[in-house]
């Protein structure tokens, strides 16, 4: 039997402000990784890693997606299983865990080899945000302060040895950070190194624990857990200035909406279709299911047909539009047909099959519109620009929207064209531009649209709104998410998510200047609800976000010019006829703000944190000096209020 080294680093998180504590103390991604601890101010970014130094100097980090999987969620706990797999094939598991308390966070990782492993060494990671603490100090056991400076210490390390504990603390004397380390069974220091680290991966304080030097036995299992305590002094919080210009509408939003495209079984799908108000949503073209199925009558089709198809008609019922869209084909209309797993990405259409795929598409959209009198009103090919799972180049994405509109002109049916649906913001516009190029394209083409997961830059958000504004067409979000890995581990799943979705969206109505946004998913996938045991739909944090921003924003409104003076503190601004919106996420600390520009009302005043969600709260009224109004940390809260005065 192999014998099991542990070695003890414990990871303590007492957080920024201990009179209002969250209830989540931490975020983590979907391999379980820490990447920010929270409080009642902003989000401290702190991120740790697992990484595998190879004899060759190369690091390997083990917490990623691959071959070899990725990490699985225990049940709704704090815990994950990741397998990793090192490039001679060697391979190994992490068993991490996190438990959170009042004010602590304790992480533990423990990695077993499964095979012999040949590493220099495998090291627990934890990357600081290098500004926090840039011109401040760091001290090693009560020793001789280390200042942090601006250039580039010897070999690029600040401290390479034997420690027991080491403190941080920034220019100001405001914030400190301690890290200490202990031993489960005796006190002796342990070994460490603390790098000013600065690559095209990004730039920080990186701290290296290393597990245990040299290769590994296979069996080998090394058990690591922690300790961090992060303090900041009371500081005033400047008041935040707001305006809006009333006087200057930017464009037309037709309002928030969702995606219905998969398990539209889920009670989830049901709670929301009665409890959100939709202004635009997105369905799945199922062509897979449809092919074996199409010759039954609709109480004989599959189950999730059916469930599609009612959702359509619902939606039609309530005067919804909304958008199809095909992820995969059946088999034979692949120019590699057969050859791949079904779930193959970036698959081609076989030219000689065209003919038959408009007929299979045909078929499906005209039995719709004959059984349930249902008629998309766009239609596109999902996330075709990294062929998820249909792959098209621009070109091709050009030719295929004059293909498909000119066949539906040709068997009567209504359905435009959607440019683009690309998946992600970053200059995927390019994407588009063929088509929109195209003299034969644009008369097929009814709005344009793309994906907003992994964010991205106002510039690179507001080349999608010049597009759809230089076609004179309207600019539609058809997939609203933040990280497109976290359905691996139900990572969305916490209230820091749904802030990092607010935030995405008020950033998106600002830079984009969409007509409509649609969120992924309104069923049970990235889902804003929770199905108890007992059958009851119990609406999460994350709803109560979407639902102030859904139900609160007036149909078909202006989006009007509107400012903050605080990058912490986001602002947007609705009008339709007398009624008013304004939305103020507050993503730091409590604070006051004053808002100018606003017309004479009496305003509602909408609160949600993750304490307390959709809070009526006392009306205020605005005077000559505009709104004044205090925000509870970490919050999303709406103003909603009808002028007197006609716009």
């Known amino acids: 039997m192999t014998r099991a080294w542990i070695i003890s680093f414990c990871l303590l998180l007492p957080l920024l402000n201990t009179a209002a504590l969250a209830a989540e103390k931490a975020a983590y991604d979907s391999n379980g990784r820490i990447i920010g601890l929270l409080s009642s101010a902003e989000d401290f970014p702190v991120a740790s890693s697992v990484v595998a130094v190879l004899p060759s100097g190369r690091r390997i980090p083990l917490q990623v997606r691959g071959a070899s999987g990725g990490a699985i969620r225990q049940d709704d706990g704090l815990a994950w299983s990741v397998p990793f797999a090192l490039p001679d094939g060697s391979r190994g598991r992490l068993e991490l865990q996190s438990q959170e308390s009042a004010s602590t966070v304790r992480y533990s990782a423990t990695v077993t080899a499964e095979t012999n492993l040949d590493v220099d060494a495998i090291e627990f990671v934890i990357d600081i945000p290098r500004p926090a603490f840039l011109g401040g100090q760091l001290t090693v056991d009560g020793a001789r302060p280390v200042v942090l400076g601006p250039v580039k210490p010897r070999d690029g390390v600040f401290f390479r040895g034997q420690a027991t504990a080491l403190d941080f603390e920034d220019r100001a004397g405001v914030r400190t950070l301690d890290i200490s380390f202990n031993h489960p069974q005796f006190d002796e220091p342990r070994e460490f190194a603390l ?213 539906f002109q040709k068997i009567g049916l209504k359905t435009k064209m959607l440019l683009g649906d690309a998946a992600g913001p970053r200059d995927t516009h390019n994407f588009a531009l063929a088509a929109a190029s195209d003299p034969g394209a644009p008369s097929f083409i009814g709005a344009v649209a793309f994906h907003s997961w992994g964010g991205g830059s106002s510039e690179q958000y507001a080349a999608w709104g010049d597009l759809a504004q230089w076609l004179n067409l309207p600019l539609l979000v058809t997939e609203v998410g933040v990280d497109a890995s976290a359905y691996h581990t139900r990572a969305w799943d916490s209230y820091d998510y749904g802030l990092r979705e607010a935030r995405m969206i008020q950033e998106l109505l600002t830079s984009a200047r969409p007509q409509a946004m649609l969120f992924w998913q309104y069923t049970n996938d990235y889902a804003l609800a929770r199905v108890r045991p007992d059958g009851i739909v119990e609406p999460t944090a994350r709803f109560w976000i979407m639902k102030q921003f859904a139900d609160l924003t007036p149909p078909a409104s202006d989006a009007l010019t509107a400012a903050s003076d605080r990058p912490g503190v986001l602002f947007t601004a609705f009008r339709a006829g007398n009624d008013y919106a304004l939305h103020i996420l507050n993503l730091g600390a409590a604070r006051s703000i004053e808002i100018a520009g606003v017309p004479d009302a009496e305003w509602r005043v909408i609160e949600t944190t993750e304490d307390a969600q959709y809070v009526q709260m006392p009306a205020v009224r605005s005077s000559a000096h505009g709104v004044t109004l205090d925000l509870p940390s970490r919050s999303l809260v709406t103003l909603a209020g009808k002028s007197s005065i006609a716009p």
């Not at 719709?368 to 990294?386: C, G, H, M, Q, T």
């Open 195 to 407: 790098l000013d680290r600065w690559d095209t991966a990004g730039r920080s304080y990186q701290l290296r624990v290393p597990f245990q030097h040299g290769p590994w036995t296979a069996g080998a299992s090394v058990l690591l857990t922690a300790t961090l305590r992060l303090t900041d002094k009371p500081t005033t919080t400047p008041v935040a200035h707001l305006t809006v210009d009333t006087a200057s509408p930017r464009y037309t939003f037709q309002g928030f909406g969702g995606n219905y495209c998969w398990d539209n079984r889920s009670p989830i799908a049901a709670y929301t279709l009665d409890h959100l108000k939709i202004a635009w949503a997105r369905t799945a073209m199922k062509l897979v299911d449809w092919d074996k199925q199409r010759d039954k009558r609709p109480e004989n089709l599959g189950a999730e047909l059916r469930a599609d198809f009612a959702v359509m008609q619902r939606l039609r019922k309530m005067r919804v539009p909304f958008v199809m869209s095909i992820w995969s084909l059946p088999e034979r209309f692949y120019t590699d047909a057969y050859e791949k797993a079904a779930s193959a990405t970036a698959r081609a259409i076989d030219p000689e099959k065209w003919d038959e795929l408009l007929a299979l598409i045909g078929d499906y959209l005209l039995y719709a519109k004959r059984e349930y009198s249902v008629e998309p009103d766009l239609f596109s090919f999902n996330e075709a620009n990294i062929g998820i799972n249909i792959g098209q180049t621009p070109e091709a994405h050009a030719r295929a929207i004059q293909r498909v509109g000119a066949y």
